[in-house]
């Protein structure tokens, strides 16, 4: 019987395999023309999201940006639904009507899957508000990327969150780049945590490479979050090895940078760290194949199912026809 730390490890090793080859079969249907429209994939940043929300109860929140595939994925949301969503079926989780920016599924408390940059910062505000007004306990967890930093949106989020002490945790994911403009060119002041110090909240950045660091450090301001004690601001640095979305072909990248960041691969190291702690070769194997057996039932699902009928072209919508 491995041990607890090696158990939580497999567990989160598992999920990002699932990621990662949810992700590689989405780019593939994209390229085959099922799924049509922005797609974003998170290849390369898995360790974040599964290390992060590890660290949550099941009555917790997850809100992401629209870079969500994985997010979903670790907060409990169905391979099936979500692949049927990006393949615009009936059967999706927004009933083929949101795509691949709008996953949202109340039933896992994952709040969405939001396509305008730092706007859901103030929503995750106010979902920690809610949670506070109800005597939920329920800590938020808030993703965004460091593209959304200077946007009003995060002030506004902050600023409350930190003046009412509310339970949510920030996380800037900060992947080096925003659509195709690094870091550099459009942050005056490079050190992200520096503003957390602005609203009166704890700021670290770390490195987001190992899942288990991501998951201790996210669990502490969890706890800090649970235990009334205010929000959080933590930058993890990342990195994506797409395009910002699937029709970049991500030219601006200097020479090099993405085969130097692929050595430092979150499955690589995860993978490194099990076989160390005894886990074989085969058991890793065996894990890779049933990751592909989801993702494969998924695909067909989603191959399958029906597109919404024409009849419910103005459903769901504020204003009818
Ligand atoms: C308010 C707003 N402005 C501009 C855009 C266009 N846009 C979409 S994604 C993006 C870049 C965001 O980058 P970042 O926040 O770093 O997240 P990443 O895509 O790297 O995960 C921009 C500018 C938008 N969706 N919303």
Avoid at 7 to 34: D, S, T, V
Avoid at 85 to 91: A, I, P
Avoid at 216 to 227: D, F, G, H, L, Y
Avoid at 231 to 254: C, F, N, Q, W
Wanted: net charge negative.
């Amino acid at each position: 019987m491995p041990k607890a730390r090696t158990r939580k490890l497999l567990k989160f090793y598992e999920q990002m395999l699932l990621i990662r080859r949810f992700e590689e079969a989405a780019a593939k249907a994209y390229a085959g023309g099922k799924i049509k429209g922005f797609c974003h994939l998170y290849i390369g940043e898995e360790s974040v999201a599964v290390g992060a929300i590890g660290a949550l109860e099941s009555n917790d929140y997850v809100i992401a940006t629209y870079r969500e595939h994985g997010h979903a994925l670790a907060k409990g949301m169905q391979p099936n639904a979500i692949m049927a969503e990006l393949f615009g079926k009936e059967t999706g989780c927004s009933k083929g009507m949101g795509g691949s920016m709008h996953l949202f599924d109340k039933s896992v408390r994952f709040m969405g899957g939001h396509g305008i940059v730092g706007g859901h910062v103030a929503v995750a505000t106010g979902l920690a508000f809610g949670s506070r007004y109800q005597r939920e306990r329920a800590v938020t967890l808030c993703f965004l990327g460091e593209g959304a930093v200077t946007i009003g949106g995060f002030h506004e989020g902050l600023s409350m969150a930190s003046l009412w002490k509310l339970p949510v945790v920030f996380i800037v994911e900060n992947n080096l780049y925003s659509m195709g403009t690094p870091a550099y060119r459009h942050l005056a002041q490079p050190d992200i945590t520096l503003r957390a110090d602005g609203y009166g909240m704890p700021g670290h950045r770390i490195d987001g490479g190992d899942v288990m660091v991501v998951n201790e450090t996210i669990k502490e301001a969890v706890n800090r979050a649970r235990s009334d004690e205010g929000p959080s601001l933590i930058e993890v640095i990342t990195y994506r090895y797409r395009g910002h979305s699937m029709s970049d072909p991500a030219k601006y990248r200097p020479e090099g940078e993405l085969e130097a960041m692929k050595q430092k691969d979150p499955l690589l190291i995860s993978s490194a760290q099990l076989l160390e702690d005894g886990i074989t070769e085969e058991e890793l194997k065996s894990m890779d194949e049933n990751a592909k057996s989801i993702v494969s039932e998924a695909v067909d699902f989603a191959e399958q199912s029906p597109f919404p009928p024409i009849s419910s072209l103005h459903k769901y919508t504020y204003v009818s026809a």
